[in-house]
């Protein structure tokens, strides 16, 4: 177990309505889940000594800080490569809790992901310059390959190549969480289940990924609170501690189209991450009471449980078909629909399900959790969390 | 009957490629001798206009300073010498040459516009008053029909070389012209494909596609080769770095298959494949000459080149003739 393991808890989550046309800014959305947050762990603003976000996001700590009525800050941080930061926030915010350089911070991420700039619509016509990781589209966008989606899908297919998986083995990853989603009144898909047929049924976007395969764009905002351990266990909610948090990049990595490296059909990045979260908590997969795994398209999901060690390689489409991630399984994951379901927030939402899973909060609450394991991004360096109820 | 008729009847006189390419060594333009000798004044003015500020052109104490018998023209003034001026060029002189010829042809194929797109000189001594320079143009390739940016078209790539009066070689241009069907004729423009980013770590790798060369990083000093480039190797943190050429051989590693959302440059549904070559490296690449269900990982893959638009030309890859469809 390391430093950080436990000094740190989740105090206060807070999030905007889930939308496609939020009609305000975004750094009104920021500044909506944040106020939220910071409400939900019985705090003020003038608390707030920290704030984490995204380099990707657009509303930097200044424009928060100064218009949520925060004073002075000590501490502010930002993660890159996109929703592989989600849960390094946490990380950022923990390690600055556990070394005294600031008592409560805020992570954050908000955006108009739909009516503003759409992630799905990809690369191919971003504003050009010269540096590396603009280059690094030169060797993909000439050839047509420019969206997430189409990035993903070549992982796929070499992964049903080398496993036997099928296209129905991710679509069950899809059903299970508009099944979730169905009874999660935040969610898009709120009381709209798909079935497996529909799913293959789906149009095709990048082969082998179907529509269904794909998680909606979303406007809207998430924060959560941070603080240490021992003041959680003054405030309203029962804290959840971040018994582990870390951040993870393989070799030879590429933001989404790590495809040069000998084997293509794992997440070495997630390998690193898992290692660490077990490490540093002391626990391993099958202390997992529940998992929030990213699901910006289905087929990785199915790597990530390989990684963190719930299953052997190649396997998941056997975990998974085997009932293990519905409410009754023995890893009840996304409840809240995941970013396929619930909403995309760039994975912010899912660490948000994870304190309401180890609060006892969800509406979908599988049973008492003690432990859940969080990821953040996959294919692009990220991050992940374990979150436990306090001992 | 022309040479060039009697080279296309052989294959076939309704065969439009066959008569076009029967076009390939003809000289197009004859032996033809610029109006005046280079003259200082007339680089003066060419000096001038292009704001060269060299004095070795104009000033004969300054050229003599650097060994030189006297002014030199600059030696991109070779094109100047030769032009017809701007009567010629308005009222075409009497009578059919072979240019003309080749120009009513691709007129046919409906590739009525043009653009230049290269020039390349080579040049074997420096000119210097008195000299009388003539030129003559032959053409060395008409390319199969290309989209471009432009619309459809063909580039029609010309040699040219420049002599002095006692016939000797003084410099030779390989000449690149775009002839292409303007818009609302024939297809309309295509958007372009997406531009790459050049920057000082890449722009060896598409330079050397543009001249249909598939190149691979090398380390300098341990030979390790890497793709997607960069400018130090990882195996041994030498800066220093070569490229071997590759033999164009692979096999699909992985494949997608993309349909939306749908970018104008492409026709969908689009394969994009990441392949393996011979010598170990992988790249992202298009798929051609196969329907989108024949692909299969592990298929045999040769090289092929596709000129998206003039600035950009991209290696992509063929199944292996006998596989595929």
């Known amino acids: 177990m390391s430093g950080l393991s436990g000094a740190a808890a989740v105090a206060g989550i807070g999030a905007t309505e889930f939308s496609k046309e939020s009609g305000r800014s975004e750094l009104q959305l920021a500044c909506e889940a944040v106020l939220a947050a910071v409400a939900d762990a019985g705090l003020t603003p003038a ?9 990707a996001d657009t509303n930097s700590e200044i424009h928060v800080a100064r218009n949520t009525g925060m004073g002075d800050l000590s501490f502010f941080s930002r993660i890159g490569y996109g929703g592989g930061a989600a849960c390094a926030t946490v990380q950022q915010g923990a390690m600055a809790i556990a070394t005294g350089v600031a008592d409560v911070v805020v992570c954050y991420r908000a955006f108009n992901e739909r009516s503003g700039e759409r992630y799905g619509l990809g690369q191919a016509d971003r504003a050009m310059d010269i540096g590396a990781d603009r280059a690094a589209y030169s060797w993909m966008t000439p050839y047509g390959l420019n969206t997430p989606a189409q990035w993903v899908a070549m992982f796929a297919r070499r992964y049903m190549h080398e496993y036997g998986a099928t296209s129905e083995d991710f679509g069950r990853v899809a059903v299970i969480d508009r099944a979730h989603a169905a009874t999660n009144p935040a969610a898009w898909f709120y009381g709209r289940p798909i079935t497996l047929a529909e799913h293959q049924a789906s149009r095709w976007i990048a082969e082998p990924l179907h529509l269904l395969d794909c998680c909606q764009e979303t406007d809207g905002g998430q924060a959560v609170v ?19 948090a870390a951040q993870g990049s393989g070799a030879d990595q590429h933001m989404m189209t790590s495809y040069y490296r000998p084997s293509i059909s794992g997440l070495p990045e997630m390998g690193v991450v898992g290692r660490q979260l077990w490490a540093q908590s002391g626990l391993g997969p099958s202390d997992m009471d529940a998992a929030v795994l990213y699901d910006h398209f289905t ?11 719930f299953c052997g390689r190649g396997e998941a489409r056997h975990f998974i078909a085997e009932g293990n991630l519905a409410l009754d399984g023995a890893l009840p994951t996304n409840t809240h629909g995941g970013q396929l379901g619930e909403a995309y927030l760039h994975g912010m939402n899912g660490i948000a399900e994870g304190v309401r899973l180890v609060r006892g909060t969800s509406v979908n609450q599988p049973k008492r959790v003690d432990n859940v394991v969080v990821t953040a991004g996959t294919g692009v360096p990220t991050s992940a969390l374990v979150l436990g109820a306090a001992q | 009957m022309t040479a060039v ?39 003066r003015h060419w000096v001038e206009a292009m704001g060269e500020t060299d004095p070795v052109h104009t000033d004969d ?47 046919e194929g409906g590739y009525t516009s043009v653009v230049a797109t290269d020039s390349e000189f080579t040049f074997a001594r420096e000119l210097v008053p008195g000299d009388e320079v003539s030129v003559s143009e032959v053409l060395e390739s008409i390319s199969p029909e290309k989209r471009t940016g432009l619309g459809v078209g063909r580039f029609v790539t010309t040699v040219k070389t420049y002599r002095d009066a006692a016939g000797e070689v003084v410099a030779t241009q390989r000449w690149r012209l775009l002839r292409f069907r303007p818009p609302g004729r024939g297809p309309e423009p295509r958007a372009l494909r997406p531009r790459p980013a050049i920057n000082r770590d890449n722009a060896f790798w598409f330079d050397a596609a543009r001249e249909h060369r598939l190149v691979i990083q090398r380390c300098a000093a341990c030979g390790t080769l890497r793709h997607p480039p960069g400018p130090v190797c990882a195996a041994c943190g030498s800066l220093e770095q070569d490229t071997v050429e590759a033999a164009g051989r692979g096999a699909v590693h992985s494949f997608v298959v993309n349909h939306h ?4 440059a492409f026709d969908y549904p689009l394969v994009v494949a990441v392949v393996e070559l011979t010598e170990g490296t992988r790249l992202i690449t298009n798929l051609v000459g196969i329907a989108p269900e024949e692909v299969a990982i592990g298929l045999p893959v040769v090289l092929d080149w596709l000129d998206a638009d003039p600035e950009l030309s991209l290696p992509v890859f063929r199944p292996v003739a006998g596989k595929g469809t």
């Open chain 1, 47 to 55: 608390d707030v000594d920290g704030l984490v976000t995204f380099t």
């Open chain 1, 226 to 244: 941070l603080v240490s351990a021992e003041r959680a266990a003054d405030l309203p909610h029962p804290p959840v501690v971040v018994r582990a």
């Open chain 1, 299 to 309: 087929p990785l999901v199915l790597p990530q449980l390989e990684e963190l060690g």
């Open chain 2, 5 to 43: 008729e009697e080279r296309a009847g052989a294959a076939g006189a309704d065969d439009y490629e066959a008569r076009l390419q029967a076009f390939t060594g003809v000289e197009l333009v004859p032996q033809r001798r610029g109006s005046d000798p280079v003259n200082v004044p007339m680089i």
């Open chain 2, 61 to 107: 104490d300054a050229a003599r300073a650097t060994g030189r018998s006297g002014p030199v023209a600059p030696a991109s003034m070779a094109q100047a010498w030769v032009m017809r001026g701007y009567a010629a060029s308005v009222a075409p002189a009497a009578g059919h040459s072979p240019f003309d010829d080749l120009a009513e042809l691709l007129a």
């Open chain 2, 261 to 264: 959302p749908k970018h104008p």
